[in-house]
C-alpha cells in the first residue's frame, strides 16, 4: 500500500470535515420538521383548527435538509453509481473515471448552479421575499440561500472526492 502525503491526507480530512460537520448540524432540521408536521396533524385532526404555516415550514425545512445534506451524502457515497458496470471493474479504472467525471461533469454544474443560484438568492434578498400564496407571508429568501451554500459544499466535497479518485487511479487503492 502506498503512503500518501501527509498534506494531501490534511486537505482531504480537511475537507471531509466541513461535510461531515454540515451533514450533522443540517440533520437537526429534521426535528423542526416532524415537529410543525405533528403540530399540523393534532391541530387540524384533533382540534380541527388546521393551521396556515405548517405546509410553508415543512417544505422549506424538508429542501433544507435535503439540500445542504447533499455534500455529507457524496461524502459518504450515498450517491447513485451504475453499479453493474463499476462494481466490477479495478480500483484504478474506478478512480480514473471518477476523476474525469468530476473535471467533465460534475465540477462544471455545481459552478453553474452555484452561479445562477446566487443570483437567484441574491435577487430576492434584496426584495424581501416572501411566500405571497400564504397568509403567512414567510420569508423566503433564507430558503434560497440554502442552493448556492449547498453549491459551495458540494464544490468544496468534489475537491476532496476528485483528490480521492485521482489517487486510487495512480496507485490502485482507495483513500
Given at each position: 500500500?502506498?503512503?500518501?502525503?501527509?498534506?494531501?491526507?490534511?486537505?482531504?480530512?480537511?475537507?471531509?470535515?466541513v461535510?461531515?460537520?454540515?451533514?450533522?448540524?443540517?440533520?437537526?432540521?429534521?426535528?423542526?420538521m416532524?415537529l410543525?408536521?405533528?403540530?399540523?396533524?393534532?391541530?387540524?385532526?384533533?382540534?380541527?383548527?388546521?393551521?396556515?404555516?405548517?405546509?410553508?415550514?415543512?417544505?422549506?425545512?424538508?429542501g433544507?435538509?435535503?439540500?445542504?445534506?447533499?455534500?455529507?451524502?457524496?461524502?459518504?457515497?450515498?450517491?447513485?453509481?451504475?453499479?453493474n458496470?463499476?462494481?466490477?471493474?479495478?480500483?484504478?479504472?474506478?478512480?480514473?473515471?471518477?476523476?474525469?467525471?468530476?473535471?467533465?461533469?460534475?465540477?462544471?454544474?455545481?459552478?453553474?448552479?452555484?452561479?445562477?443560484?446566487?443570483?437567484?438568492?441574491?435577487?430576492?434578498?434584496?426584495?424581501?421575499?416572501?411566500?405571497?400564496?400564504?397568509?403567512?407571508?414567510?420569508?423566503?429568501?433564507?430558503?434560497?440561500?440554502?442552493?448556492?451554500?449547498?453549491?459551495?459544499?458540494?464544490?468544496?466535497?468534489?475537491?476532496?472526492?476528485?483528490?480521492?479518485?485521482?489517487?486510487?487511479?495512480?496507485?490502485?487503492?482507495?483513500?
Amino acid at each position: 500500500m502506498s503512503t500518501p502525503p501527509s498534506s494531501l491526507l490534511a486537505v482531504i480530512r480537511g475537507l471531509d470535515a466541513v461535510s461531515i460537520w454540515s451533514g450533522r448540524i443540517v440533520a437537526w432540521l429534521i426535528v423542526p420538521m416532524v415537529l410543525s408536521l405533528v403540530y399540523e396533524v393534532v391541530a387540524r385532526y384533533v382540534f380541527d383548527a388546521p393551521t396556515i404555516w405548517a405546509y410553508d415550514m415543512t417544505f422549506m425545512l424538508y429542501g433544507s435538509l435535503f439540500m445542504l445534506g447533499s455534500a455529507y451524502t457524496l461524502q459518504r457515497g450515498g450517491h447513485i453509481r451504475t453499479d453493474n458496470f463499476y462494481a466490477g471493474w479495478s480500483e484504478r479504472r474506478k478512480g480514473w473515471t471518477d476523476a474525469a467525471c468530476y473535471l467533465v461533469l460534475f465540477f462544471p454544474a455545481i459552478v453553474i448552479f452555484t452561479v445562477l443560484s446566487w443570483d437567484y438568492f441574491a435577487r430576492s434578498w434584496a426584495q424581501s421575499e416572501r411566500i405571497v400564496t400564504s397568509p403567512w407571508m414567510a420569508p423566503v429568501y433564507p430558503f434560497k440561500a440554502t442552493m448556492p451554500l449547498t453549491g459551495l459544499l458540494l464544490f468544496l466535497q468534489g475537491i476532496s472526492e476528485f483528490m480521492k479518485s485521482v489517487w486510487a487511479g495512480l496507485h490502485g487503492e482507495r483513500l
